[in-house]
């Protein structure tokens, strides 16, 4: 009887391992190496998927992408049985090829909606080539959305797309389009980013022969994504803060002030052990990017870090930390207002907000970014911690007014003029 397992075949390796399909055909066994891999430490051989637990970020979208090559697998299968095929070793192997990419499938891809069906198909075991990783739920549902959107124009346009039409008169219809459904300036620039992504995937396999998409005025639109940041006054109000009625919102507001004080990523926030701490430094090795930091304990993550006896609570979503977070802020009256400036349907539009209305896990991390600056410490040093590769791009993600590096521009002066003063 056939059966389908996953397996990892190095249980006692201290390294991400593959994990493997292993499908018994009676006494033949296939074993095929998938491209999703994970630390032994973290794979349940007896339910054959990743353990459910805080240490592995991926957990998620591993265990999906494991269900859906099970389920194409039982698909294949029983498509294969219907119509009157044995699935054998060999057979299955080459359908998996197929599946993961390896090969192409005989049937040819004959238009634009072929291909975009497909490459959607495939983005359940797609990986990016850039970070390696396993494509994400969240971008697999954009392009889900892009394709959608695009055979949405084309039944109000009442045209049918093929790669030729893809032209620039097309790219400013489209977002002419997209402008009128009233969408954000960077909701716009995703879909076109999708869709060139879908184009050169097209053209790279010989099957798209147009190239109007890398002209230079076939184009993302984006603007800079409105956020906010606590300065340290605000930081010291939530810590003085008194939520010892709620369990909940202070082990909330802890977590942010750990996070705002180490600059650390939420999924590494929730990461760190004692082991990790040595002579009040904490290195790490970041979840994202793979880097290793070291981040000095500055006095209220050493306060709080002692509150806990190093047992601080991790245990929560980055979704139900965000809800108890905005609770958090709200009662501890983070509510200057502030203007946020959007650019929708092609016009620029300012809503009023609440300061808490704004504030999520990222903003402990911009937070420690912004007050770090503008205390003077080398932006170089801090860029080791934020990850940032250019200072422009660093710069950009802070949040500084102009009034405040005309204060940073002031206190230089001050300090680089006076011994000249002096000696004077």
Known sequence: MAEL?????????????????????????????????????????????????KYCIEKDDLNENLQ????????YIIQSVKDGFIVNKEKLKHFLDIHFGKKQENKAVKNLHEFFQQFIDQN?????????????????????????????????????????????????????????????????????INLKAVLNSATEKGINKNLMFKQAKFKALTEESFSVALDESELEILHKHDFSNSSRLEKTRDLFLIGAWTGLRFSDLTRIKKEYIKNDILTLKQQKTGGVVAIPMLPIFKEIWDK??????????????????????????????????????????????????????HTARRSFATNMYKSGFPTVSLMQITGHKTESAFLKYIKVTPEEHAKLLKKHWEKYSKPEKEEK
């Open 124 to 192: 359940e075991t797609r990986f990016n080539e850039n970070s390696g990783k396993i494509i994400g739920y969240r971008a697999k549902l954009e392009y889900k959305r892009t394709f959608s959107t695009l055979k949405k124009f084309e039944s109000e346009k009442e045209i049918n797309l093929d790669f030729e039409d893809i032209t620039l008169d097309f790219y400013s219809d489209f977002v002419a389009y997209l402008q009128n459904l009233d969408l954000a300036t960077n909701t716009i620039g995703r879909h076109i």
């Open 308 to 361: 806990y006896n190093g047992e601080i609570p991790l245990d929560i979503s980055v979704q139900k930390f965000n809800e108890n977070l905005k609770d958090v802020c709200k009662a501890a009256k983070i509510n200057s207002v502030v203007e946020k400036i959007i650019t929708k349907g092609g016009k620029r539009k300012i809503d009023q907000k609440e300061k808490w209305e704004l504030i999520g896990s």
């Open 68 to 75: 859906d090559i099970e389920n194409a697998i039982n698909k």
């Open 5 to 53: 397992r996953f397996i990892i075949r190095d249980m006692e390796a201290k390294k991400p391992q593959s994990i493997c399909i292993k499908y018994y055909f009676g006494k033949d066994t296939l074993l095929y190496a998938t491209r999703l891999k994970v630390l032994p430490i973290h794979w349940d051989p007896e339910k054959y998927r990743v353990k459910n637990t």
